[in-house]
């Protein structure tokens, strides 16, 4: 009997920079590992990391970038994502058949293709929707005229409801999933977790502490993306006290995105010599990075609760550390900080001075509300995770009866 298949269309993988190609290859090693014959679409055409039994086929185009994004050129990078969604469509539609398609939301609107994918492999159709669009797109910035924009979440909403499942990395967004019509029993809430190589590393032995001249300073962290959709004017705000009351505690903003130069100017007008900016760490060093704070931080605009969920907190608590969360009341991101942080308003630049002075002055809460992070981290990695999905694609592809490529004229699932 053939080996089960799945494909997963996804526009980075590793080497290349990005959240969503890590969770596809934490998934696609440990399901190949399990006998499914597993086969990934990237964009760009520079060499891949890919686990032992996993197939990468990259989309052509050079090596797949956010230059646009960097540049904060949003034509720019409408232009790029609409080119590797071509990219990826036509690479995927050519590949021999699979049973499960999996699409993911890099590029975003790349839910439209998975029915059509889906259909001309005769295969079941899964989304992973790790964002929700276009819903996101005004929160990043981005602003469709409206007869476009109301085109394109019709168009979204439709592909949505044809897909045999839908995966959401929240509670939150299955919400926003079932709000667009649909049905409750397609959508499977799925955490992302953290990325398997974090682990605390011990305070004095870490090199990236050393590597920095910490010391002994209590070290508050914002490490990862500096997108439109993470506010940090109150974190710079609280940076701005601390530095009158508490000048020895420093504060590392650590990665890059749209945010990050008007955050570096402002860090610099300001005066703010507590705190440091430091480029995106590697993942190969994120557990010293991580690991070199006490504390650590997380930002999400009230506007995009249940269209995305920070994949930083789950880091801080996989290093041992606890969080401190500005962003809306009752999300993902709140819920996980029970026992090891504390959520604040997004706005509440006094709230968030006052608490990182009360970490920093009590160690044995630090040490308590770390362990605490640790276990909540452990109890769900990328081996749970990808047992969970392999469940849901066996279950998918057992339903989906053996056929032939739908050709042009035939009607799609759930149409």
Not at 6 to 12: A, K, S
Not at 24 to 42: K, L, P, S
Not at 209 to 225: E, I, K
Not at 256 to 267: K, L
């Amino acid at each position: 009997m053939d080996s089960p298949s799945i494909l997963f269309v996804n526009r980075v993988f590793p080497p290349d920079k990005g959240a969503t190609g890590r969770c596809v290859c934490d998934v696609a090693e440990r399901m190949a590992a399990m006998g499914w014959r597993v086969t990934v679409v990237a964009d760009g055409s520079g060499p891949s990391v890919a686990p032992p039994g996993v197939t990468v086929c990259r989309a052509g185009w050079g090596r797949s970038s956010k230059a646009g994004a960097r540049s904060g050129d949003v034509r720019a990078t409408t232009r790029g994502y609409l080119a590797a969604a071509l990219r990826l469509i036509h690479r995927a539609l050519r590949l021999p058949r699979h049973d499960v398609v999996v699409t993911m939301t890099d590029p975003p609107l790349l839910v439209c293709a998975g029915p059509l994918i889906a259909a001309r492999h005769a295969a079941a159709s899964l989304h992973w929707s790790q964002d929700v669009f276009p819903a996101l797109l005004p929160v990043l910035g981005v602003h469709l005229p409206d007869p476009l924009m109301r085109m394109v979440e019709r168009a979204s909403a439709r592909a949505l409801r044809r897909q045999d499942a839908v995966v959401a990395i929240g509670r939150c967004m299955a919400g926003r999933l079932a709000a667009v019509g649909v049905p409750a029993e397609r959508i499977t809430v799925l955490p992302n977790w953290p990325d398997p190589d974090i682990r605390p590393v011990p305070r004095a032995e870490n090199p990236f502490r050393q590597a920095h001249g910490l010391g002994d300073r209590f070290t508050v962290a914002y490490s990862g993306n500096m997108g439109l959709a993470h506010p940090m004017d109150a974190v710079l705000d609280a940076a701005a006290l601390l530095a009158r009351s508490d000048p020895a505690i420093a504060i590392l903003l650590i990665g890059d995105g749209r945010r990050r130069a008007a955050v570096a100017e402002a860090v610099e007008r300001r005066g703010l010599t507590n705190v440091r900016m430091l480029p995106l760490q590697p993942s190969d060093r994120l557990a010293e990075s991580l690991s070199a704070a006490d504390l650590h931080l997380a930002t999400m605009d009230p506007r995009a609760d249940g269209l995305l969920v920070p994949s930083k907190v789950a880091g801080a608590l996989a290093a041992g550390r606890p969080c401190l969360f500005l962003g809306p009341a009752g999300s993902d991101a709140a819920a996980l900080l029970d026992g090891c942080g504390q959520r604040l308003a997004p706005d509440d630049a006094a709230g968030l001075a006052a608490a990182i002075r009360r970490y920093a002055g009590d160690p044995a809460l630090c040490a308590v509300q770390g362990a605490r992070a640790l276990s909540v981290a452990a109890a769900w990695d990328a081996a749970a995770a990808a047992r969970r999905f392999a469940a849901l694609a066996d279950g998918l592809r057992r339903r989906t009866p053996l056929g032939v490529p739908v050709l042009p004229g035939r009607s799609l699932p759930h149409a």
